[in-house]
């Protein structure tokens, strides 16, 4: 009887405990010092309503930089994780640099400094950032912060299903995706890319022909200087390739590829937490045929 008592005590103590919201202290709502509110997603048209940042994003990871730039504080969430998207911070008095970054990578964000940020395996998906000061003093504060995309989308609309002669061989299992010129490791700091990479995704064949990668541009409009997609089969076999030179990327854009393949054409909280929002819309589809 005592055994099924301690059991039962240890149960309830576990189920009465809160979950640890920042990796390095367990820091309730009620201490909290600093209140963020991640509100939008930055756009020119203010009429659009902020969507939760949640419903974008898998990952959240946030860096706090002191005047020094020594990190003094990470937190690191996911989708899965029980309060995904609250945060509660506490801080001394002091003035800060503030990194945060919304994914959806496999793995958490790597926020090695203000000017560089990787991602797991150097697989880059739609991200959002936010970085600037936060001046933390006695009194509880709070900011209205908005997170900006980071990255540049390149969409493959394949037309072949629409013609009977250019239909996609049933051998092919995935297309993949080798491109030059873009960036898999951010600046926040520049809100950039800051490396030249060599990207490769791979995607399974899509039903709707519609195929989408991501990179962080070097600047607001940068090229992808080559892009090579190959279709392979199950063995990994090359079935077809086609080489894109230059194609055109911008931040916040997409920039959309449409043809054959196979043919001969070719909220604000007052708690002591932050809750992040963002608005899924691209600025603009750039359209281009092949």
Request: contains cysteine; glycine residues 6%; charged residues 25%.
């Amino acid at each position: 009887m005592k055994q099924l008592m301690f059991i039962a005590l240890a149960l309830l103590l576990a189920a009465c405990e809160k979950p640890v919201l920042d990796n390095e202290d367990a820091v309730t709502k009620k201490d909290a010092n600093v209140i963020l509110h991640f509100k939008q997603y930055e756009q020119e048209s203010f009429t659009r309503s902020a969507t939760d940042i949640t419903e974008l994003c898998l990952r959240l990871n946030i860096g706090i930089f002191d005047a020094d730039g020594t990190k003094v504080k990470t937190v690191a969430q996911k989708e899965s994780d029980a309060g995904y998207g609250t945060v509660a911070l506490t801080l001394a008095a002091g003035t800060y640099q503030l990194v945060v970054i919304a994914h959806n990578g496999e793995g958490s964000a790597t926020i090695t400094s203000t000017e560089k940020v990787t991602f797991p395996n150097n697989k880059v998906t739609d991200t959002f950032y936010y970085f600037g000061d936060l001046v933390v003093t006695s009194e509880v504060q709070s900011y209205d912060l908005t997170l900006t995309r980071a990255v540049a989308m390149f969409r493959l609309v394949l037309t072949d299903d629409e013609m009977p002669d250019d239909e996609m061989p049933a051998s092919v299992a995935k297309l993949k995706f080798y491109y030059l010129g873009g960036s898999s490791t951010f600046s926040p700091k520049d809100g950039c890319g800051c490396v030249n990479s060599k990207q490769t995704e791979i995607r399974p064949v899509s039903d709707d022909g519609i195929y989408e990668i991501f990179t962080l541009p070097h600047t607001e409009d940068d090229v992808l200087t080559k892009l090579t997609v190959t279709a392979l089969d199950q063995n990994d076999n090359i079935i077809k390739e086609k080489v894109f030179e230059n194609v055109p990327v911008s931040r916040n854009q997409v920039t959309r590829y449409t043809g054959s393949f196979f043919g001969s054409a070719g909220g604000q909280s007052s708690d002591g937490t932050f809750r992040l929002t963002a608005d899924p819309d691209w600025d603009s589809v750039n359209d281009y045929t092949f």
